[in-house]
């Protein structure tokens, strides 16, 4: 059987069929679903089976494992480069990362280089009655470009923006050591996309906090209206999650925001995965 890309009805996200994760794809089914990731900027598979370690082994197709400074206490055991994302608690303790992605976002703009992409693996979701919970949403950042006015893209054209690790407003409490270790960086509010060639909005209301050059409330206006155009409905795909999903998405192509309307004794648990960029931001 062949591999099937199936697009969805938003201007990103496909589903991937005919694949199964648990065993190494072949060079050229490799570049099938790399490809499909480059266009479509989202793409998952149902039904999967994949174990740590193969988690490990199919990120690492795309790229080095990229260490997230809030999975660093949350890491499977014996498989540090995968986090648990999760509402579980055992012994009164926190087994994952707890509401992670509440807010929309790139992950981890705030470094110098941030990471290509994120996995996601479904190992438990919320579901209430069979009504599913916890779904993922993703805006298309090119799209959203594109559709831009001509005087807004000369505007921007050149233009950086100041993202600080500390400027976001965070489940996790942020440690002197962590602001430390991450000061403010700035990148293109326009990325060129690596491999597409695609124009990208990165702007992020909460992670950006200045635009080099611009006063500070112009800076924040023009913020403000960029990230409020980005999450536009037309731009967005909603993924409704089902055990064995795998997920990987772009964070030049796409922000992603994590839909928080579950609770205990609702229990959700992913293994979560992310791969390094070649080189930072154009």
């Not at 009805?9 to 648990?22: C, K, N, R, Y």
């Not at 060079?27 to 370690?53: C, I, K, M, W």
């Not at 648990?269 to 930072?280: E, G, I, S």
Request: proline residues 7%.
């Amino acid at each position: 059987m062949g591999i099937d890309i199936i697009p969805t009805d938003a201007p990103v996200g496909a589903e991937i069929q005919g694949v199964d994760l648990s065993q190494p794809l072949s060079d050229p089914d490799f570049a099938t679903v790399e490809n499909a990731f480059n266009e479509h900027g989202v793409v998952f598979f149902r039904g999967q089976s994949l174990s740590p370690d193969g988690l490990l082994s199919f990120t690492q197709r795309f790229g080095d494992i990229s260490f997230n400074v809030f999975g660093e206490d949350h890491g499977l055991n014996d498989h540090p480069g995968v986090v648990l994302i999760s509402n579980i608690e055992e012994d009164g303790r926190d087994i994952g990362v707890k509401r992670a992605g509440s807010r929309w976002h790139s992950d981890m703009c705030y470094t110098a280089m941030p990471p290509r992409g994120t996995i996601l693996c479904a190992k438990e979701v919320p579901d209430q009655d069979g009504l599913v919970l916890g779904d993922t949403c993703f805006a298309a950042t090119h799209t959203a470009y594109d559709d831009l006015p001509d005087a807004m893209k000369q505007r921007l054209d050149g233009c950086r923006a100041v993202f600080d690790f500390a400027g976001r407003q965070r489940a996790q409490i942020i440690t002197q050591e962590q602001r430390e270790r991450f000061p403010p960086v700035t990148h293109p509010m326009v990325r060129t996309h690596p491999k597409t060639g695609r124009k990208c909005l990165y702007v992020m209301r909460d992670d950006c906090t200045g635009i080099v050059g611009r006063e500070e409330d112009e800076a924040q206006r023009l913020i403000a209206a960029l990230a409020d155009h980005i999450i536009r409905p037309e731009y967005v795909y909603r993924h409704r999650w089902q055990p064995g999903d795998v997920l990987i998405w772009d964070n030049c192509t796409v922000q992603h925001l994590a839909i928080q309307d579950y609770d205990l004794p609702l229990r959700r648990l992913m293994h979560r995965t992310t791969f390094a960029a070649d080189a930072p931001p154009a």
